[in-house]
């Protein structure tokens, strides 16, 4: 069985003793005390944080363990599709303090801290993922015509619509063909976010009405794409997108009977594929 032990910064070794070693008598917590005093004075200070020990730990352990930094790891995830409201719920849960983190700030993934890591080293961690990832493909031919911030706003796209990767490698070829041709996208997701800003779940279906909303991140309306991300796109996501997955589907529609979208090269098609699912309903 472990414990877990939790140091407060600048806390007594005094302190630390009375509240996580136990089953001392007065004598052995003096002896214990003075010897973390002289091992912190002239050895290795003692770390802040919280650490797992055996719940049989003796005096030896604990200050080979301690004086280490923390041994407690933490996850954090980052959900691709999320919005701020949802991150915010989690960031409440971990940290003290923390600021909005912007959706053009960050990667969706999975972060690993230690337990005397605060808000600003999660952060720079989200900093450094998004820095590299930018590093990593900054030859590439996309960047050429997009902006990376520009592709993360696609990615929050494929996040939103796409049910899997190949449906999100489908949906980016669907975008990146109607933007050459200078089409509207009219993406649904975006006419969503449009009414929500992204700070609550719409429940309800779109109506047409919905569609002719006036507003910079309705596709529906504006031509090319929305000012900002709709939602953290994960690092996959981004990944994919810079496969540069290519098709000649201009259109496609969620059939709820199958379960996928229905993808189409012209309007008479996508006509008739969306006449044929609407009769089956």
């Not at 969706?108 to 605060?118: I, Q």
């Not at 796409?162 to 509207?184: A, C, E, P, T």
Request: proline share 2%.
């Amino acid at each position: 069985m472990n414990l877990n032990v939790i140091i407060e910064k600048n806390q007594s070794s005094k302190n630390i003793i009375e509240t996580n070693i136990a089953n001392l008598n007065f004598i052995e917590k003096f002896i214990t005390k003075t010897y973390l005093s002289i091992h912190s004075k002239y050895f290795k200070q003692i770390h802040y944080g919280k650490f797992i020990l055996t719940n049989d730990t003796n005096l030896k352990n604990f200050i080979s363990t301690t004086t280490k930094p923390s041994n407690f790891i933490f996850k954090i995830t980052i959900v691709e599709g999320w919005n701020k409201y949802q991150l915010n719920e989690l960031l409440k849960n971990n940290f003290e303090n923390f600021k909005n983190i912007e959706y053009l700030d960050t990667l969706a993934d999975t972060y690993f801290l230690h337990s005397y890591e605060g808000f600003d080293e999660f952060y720079s961690k989200l900093k450094k993922l998004k820095d590299n990832t930018k590093q990593k493909y900054k030859d590439h031919k996309l960047l050429k015509i997009f902006t990376f911030d520009q592709l993360l706003i696609i990615g929050s796209l494929l996040e939103k619509e796409g049910i899997d990767d190949l449906d999100k490698k489908l949906i980016y070829s669907v975008i990146r063909n109607r933007l050459q041709k200078k089409m509207k996208l009219q993406i649904d997701a975006t006419t969503i976010f449009a009414i929500t800003d992204g700070k609550y779940d719409l429940q309800r279906k779109l109506n047409r009405k919905d569609l002719e909303i006036q507003h910079p991140y309705n596709t529906y309306y504006i031509k090319g794409l929305p000012p900002g991300p709709i939602s953290y796109v994960g690092k996959k996501t981004m990944e994919l997108i810079f496969e540069n997955y290519k098709s000649k589907y201009l259109y496609y529609f969620y059939n709820s009977i199958e379960k996928k979208h229905i993808y189409s090269e012209t309007y008479i098609d996508h006509k008739e594929k969306l006449s044929e699912y609407r009769n089956k309903k």
